[in-house]
């Protein structure tokens, strides 16, 4: 599976867009790009996933290059309860990713 | 549905002692995994299940057993307890065609 680069923190002030860039500059055409969150100690949460088109669900919208190299997960308008770590993972297949890859994400921390 | 609960919640071995964290999912899943997450990093793949009666090692295998008897219940079984093994570990599953994995709230682990 391709690796992922994602800054290590990021800040973002409440009620502004919050963009988290992720790095795959290895993707294969067959891997798509997921995003999921963990806030505090909980499990992580799915958010959302793509494979070239940008995408948007209720939570979040994915914006991926045209090459596939890079994404950004976009939250429109980012609440405190956002705060939280941003993994950025790419995986073979849409049908779910039995052996997901973690690495160490984006700490974003939204301010009053 | 209650999704994917773990048992217990917290748990403080000695070294060389045995135990078994309990997962199980009420949602019909065929794939269930374990998951470890140590201090500031990302979860790391212990095991996976891909069904009843099949199971196969992940990244982190060594010194935990797995079964999968039933489609429900993934336990996992650390057989002689290590200061190393000291963690918080997450089972989750997917199926049904989905593309989201579904987290359990983790058991933290300390070992002394």
């Known amino acids: 599976d391709a690796k992922t680069t994602q800054p290590t923190s990021m800040d973002c002030a409440e009620g502004r867009a919050a963009n988290l860039p992720c790095n795959h500059s290895t993707i294969s055409g067959n891997e798509y790009v997921y995003w999921y969150r963990q806030i505090h100690s909980q499990g992580p949460q799915y958010i959302i996933h793509g494979l070239k088109n940008n995408e948007t669900n209720e939570m979040a919208s994915l914006i991926i290059t045209e090459d596939r190299k890079s994404s950004t997960l976009i939250l429109p308008h980012a609440t405190l309860r956002d705060t939280a770590v941003y993994y950025c993972?790419?995986?073979?297949?849409?049908?779910?990713?039995?052996?997901?890859?973690f690495g160490t994400g984006t700490r974003l921390t939204v301010i009053p | 549905n209650a999704g994917v609960t773990q048992t217990p919640k917290f748990q403080v071995l000695k070294t060389g002692q045995s135990m078994t964290l309990q997962c199980a999912q009420d949602?019909?899943?065929?794939?269930m995994s374990w998951y470890r997450q140590d201090p500031g990093m990302g979860l790391r793949l212990i095991h996976y299940?891909?069904?009843?009666?099949?199971?196969d090692q992940g990244e982190v295998p060594n010194g935990y057993n797995v079964s999968r008897s039933t489609t429900e219940d993934f336990p996992l079984r650390l057989l002689s307890a290590a200061p190393s093994q000291t963690s918080v570990y997450f089972c989750a599953s997917f199926g049904g065609g989905s593309y989201e994995q579904y987290f359990g709230p983790g058991t933290r682990l300390t070992v002394t």
């Open positions: 949602m019909n899943h065929e794939y």
């Open positions: 993972i790419v995986r073979v297949g849409q049908t779910g990713a039995n052996n997901l890859f």
């Open positions: 299940s891909v069904g009843a009666g099949i199971t």
